[in-house]
Nanobody, 116 residues
């Protein structure tokens, strides 16, 4: 069983920054990929960024150059640094981990609101 706890959401103005963090805890698990997804009202959940154990990253086109994903394998944490935020980045952001067993776990979500 893996539990994910997210933090760092909030309300900011366009152009400002936020940093999201996610910590995975539990027993007897090995994480493969960690990532962040988001879901805006009335839209489907979409990938924002992901990172493998080896540090290979993948970003959605709409965040390239603005967001940076990082992880600490020893602490089972993943972070998303979001710079130059735009109103269209407003969404609930979810942490996701995929274990080596292919089991996928989700965090409870954290709200990010960007005002214009």
């Amino acid at each position: 069983q893996v539990r994910l706890v997210e933090s760092g959401g909030g309300l900011v103005q366009a152009g400002e920054s936020l940093r999201l963090s996610c910590a995975a805890s539990g027993s007897n698990f090995r994480i493969n990929t960690m990532g962040w997804y988001r879901q805006a009202p009335g839209k489907q959940r979409e990938l924002v960024a992901s990172i493998t154990t080896g540090g290979m990253t993948n970003y959605a086109d709409f965040v390239k150059g603005r967001f940076t994903i990082s992880r600490d394998n020893a602490k089972n944490t993943v972070a998303l640094q979001m710079n130059n935020l735009k109103p269209e980045d407003t969404a609930v952001y979810y942490c996701n981990v995929e274990l080596v067993t292919r089991f996928s776990a989700w965090g409870q979500g954290t709200q990010v609101t960007v005002s214009s």
